[in-house]
């Protein structure tokens, strides 16, 4: 009778550790999904910089060009013909509004890359927070697998534990509350 308990409760102990596996699985499955993601945001968000570097050169060449012309106009307005002096004007002009376009653009787009600088974040912590739960299923399904081998009733109670670390950092990768 002392025997079959004895396997009974090995029985169950298996079982648990069955679900353990199952669970890291799971766990190690959405921690790869949101590592990924975090990737990807990650490149995204460069190439929303590279953009506005981009925007920020080109605006600063017709900054640097305007200067030039207004400095060309103001030393030889005297000299040049009025249809001269309207071109230089039109020109400088297009370039102020290329440049506060640029100026514009830029802006639109440093919001969409702090917007994904953000949205990385979030996925990092939900990754992190599923990587903290993994580690915990694992010192379950390590502290199971020894109570097996060695009988011990008490380190499958306490692998089973130390699932709450499990719960606790999974639900929080949700459903943030720390």
């Not at 790869?32 to 910089?49: F, H, V």
């Not at 009025?82 to 639109?108: C, L």
């Not at 502290?143 to 692998?159: C, N, Q």
Request: hydrophobic share 50%; no cysteine.
């Amino acid at each position: 009778m002392a025997e079959q308990q004895k396997e009974t409760w090995i029985t169950w102990l298996a079982l648990t550790t069955a679900f353990l596996a199952v669970f890291a699985a799971v766990t190690t499955m959405f921690m790869g999904k949101y590592s990924n993601r975090a990737i990807l945001i990650q490149g995204q968000e460069s190439d929303q910089w590279a953009y506005y570097q981009a925007k920020s050169i080109k605006g600063h060449t017709y900054e640097i060009q305007k200067q030039k012309l207004e400095l060309e106009l103001a030393a030889q307005q005297m000299k040049m013909p009025a249809s001269a002096v309207d071109k230089y004007k039109n020109v400088i002009a297009n370039f102020g509004a290329n440049i506060t376009r640029y100026e514009k653009e830029k802006a639109e787009i440093k919001v969409g890359a702090e917007k994904l600088a953000g949205q990385k974040i979030g996925v990092q912590n939900i990754s992190a927070n599923l990587s903290y739960s993994l580690i915990f299923l694992q010192i379950a399904i390590v502290l199971s697998s020894v109570a097996a081998i060695t009988k011990k009733k008490p380190l499958w109670y306490f692998g089973l534990g130390t699932v709450l670390g499990w719960v606790v950092f999974f639900a929080n990768a949700f459903f943030p509350f720390f």
